[in-house]
């Protein structure tokens, strides 16, 4: 059993509030989840250059001088905002892979937690009030954004185990559920060259959409896709740069619920998540059908869905 939230902000006004909004919902989670707690946040971007999010349990001495260091191996500028356990690098764009492969080598305690233009995920063993609080989440802006507590039944309880999972650029998933295939099917990724860090069943299932997604498909039809090539019981919800999707196994014994205004689309584990968003009482409020997969794009106004 686990927690998951969602927001999607159609109304730019309220983006400086995504952060307090999300971590209000996912504290009323709490009970799903109590081991470890993590958030995504899509936030702003700059032309030429991109982020990464990483990780070390020794921030003091892993943290000192990184930035100086991968500019020199870069050769461009490096900015750092370093924030408890999590540090985010402001890297020139294309770089990622180059920055990640250099990492154990710097300090072999960093651990990249995420990739891409606009996202930052930060997550750590804990309650998620005081996960949310040490990295001060609630005043972080951005256009959409999820969010996982965690009890864990597939691996251990470790910062690497804690949702969201990240595994392409600007690609994350927090999942409630057990995949049954995950180990045939991670083996398989990995052929394919799919980097995957964990023993996590959910990791195994950011990574296939991951694959797909770079073998041309879009959000929606990954999901759909993942209806016949994963097995277990699953709830998924996925955050991409521009789009925010959710698919359940056609069984559906998972509890989901959203909800859409002109303002937002929110999705939250039970309802409870849901009560103290703006305008809540007159939002359309319904449960996620079974094998039919929901996603928004900033691209396109309208919700697209599709049953499989």
Same mark, same amino acid.
């Given at each position: 059993?686990?927690? !998951?939230?969602?927001? #999607?902000?159609?109304?730019?006004?309220?983006?400086?509030?995504?952060? *307090?909004?999300?971590?209000?919902?996912?504290?009323?989670?709490? &009970?799903?989840?109590?081991?470890?707690?993590?958030?995504? !946040?899509?936030?702003?971007?700059?032309?030429?250059?991109?982020?990464?999010?990483?990780?070390?349990?020794?921030? &003091?001495? @892993? #943290? @000192?001088?990184?930035?100086?260091?991968?500019?020199?191996?870069?050769?461009?500028?490096?900015?750092?905002?370093?924030?408890?356990?999590?540090?985010?690098?402001?890297? =020139? @764009?294309?770089?990622?892979?180059?920055?990640?492969?250099?990492?154990?080598?710097?300090? =072999?305690?960093?651990?990249?937690?995420?990739?891409?233009?606009?996202?930052?995920?930060?997550?750590?063993?804990?309650?998620?009030? +005081?996960?949310?609080?040490?990295?001060?989440?609630?005043?972080?802006?951005?256009?959409?954004?999820?969010?996982?507590? $965690?009890?864990?039944? /597939?691996?251990?309880?470790?910062?690497?185990?804690a949702h969201p999972f990240n595994t392409g650029d600007d690609q994350?998933?927090?999942?409630?559920?057990?995949?049954?295939?995950?180990?045939?099917?991670?083996?398989?990724? $990995?052929?394919?060259?799919?980097? !995957? /860090?964990? *023993?996590?069943?959910? %990791?195994?299932?950011?990574?296939?959409?991951?694959?797909?997604m770079q073998n041309g498909a879009t959000l929606g039809e990954a999901?759909?896709?993942?209806?016949? +090539?994963?097995?277990?019981?699953?709830? #998924?919800?996925?955050?991409?740069?521009?789009?925010?999707?959710?698919?359940? &196994?056609? !069984?559906?014994?998972?509890?989901?619920?959203?909800? /859409?205004? +002109?303002?937002?689309?929110?999705?939250?584990? /039970?309802? $409870?998540?849901?009560?103290?968003?703006?305008?809540?009482?007159?939002?359309?409020?319904? %449960? =996620?059908?079974?094998?039919?997969?929901?996603?928004?794009?900033? +691209?396109?106004?309208?919700?697209?869905?599709?049953?499989?």
């Amino acid at each position: 059993m686990c927690g !998951i939230v969602g927001l #999607f902000l159609k109304d730019r006004t309220l983006e400086p509030k995504l952060g *307090e909004m999300l971590t209000a919902m996912l504290v009323t989670m709490t &009970d799903r989840g109590p081991d470890s707690a993590g958030i995504a !946040i899509y936030g702003a971007g700059n032309a030429g250059r991109t982020k990464m999010t990483v990780q070390s349990d020794t921030p &003091d001495t @892993a #943290f @000192a001088g990184l930035d100086d260091r991968l500019g020199k191996l870069l050769g461009a500028p490096v900015g750092m905002r370093a924030k408890s356990t999590h540090a985010v690098l402001d890297l =020139p @764009a294309g770089s990622t892979a180059q920055v990640r492969a250099a990492l154990p080598d710097i300090d =072999p305690s960093l651990r990249m937690m995420s990739r891409g233009d606009t996202l930052e995920i930060y997550k750590e063993v804990g309650l998620p009030r +005081d996960v949310a609080a040490r990295f001060d989440v609630a005043s972080m802006s951005g256009s959409h954004g999820i969010g996982h507590t $965690r009890m864990a039944t /597939e691996s251990a309880v470790t910062t690497m185990g804690a949702h969201p999972f990240n595994t392409g650029d600007d690609q994350c998933l927090v999942h409630n559920g057990s995949l049954s295939n995950h180990n045939s099917l991670r083996r398989r990724l $990995r052929r394919d060259g799919i980097h !995957i /860090e964990t *023993e996590n069943d959910t %990791e195994v299932g950011a990574a296939y959409l991951t694959w797909q997604m770079q073998n041309g498909a879009t959000l929606g039809e990954a999901l759909e896709r993942s209806l016949d +090539d994963l097995d277990g019981f699953f709830t #998924f919800v996925v955050g991409t740069k521009d789009g925010f999707g959710v698919v359940r &196994d056609p !069984i559906a014994c998972k509890p989901a619920v959203m909800a /859409e205004t +002109d303002q937002y689309v929110a999705f939250g584990s /039970e309802y $409870r998540a849901l009560v103290d968003l703006p305008g809540i009482e007159t939002a359309r409020v319904w %449960e =996620p059908e079974p094998a039919t997969v929901y996603f928004w794009s900033h +691209d396109t106004p309208t919700p697209t869905e599709k049953a499989a």
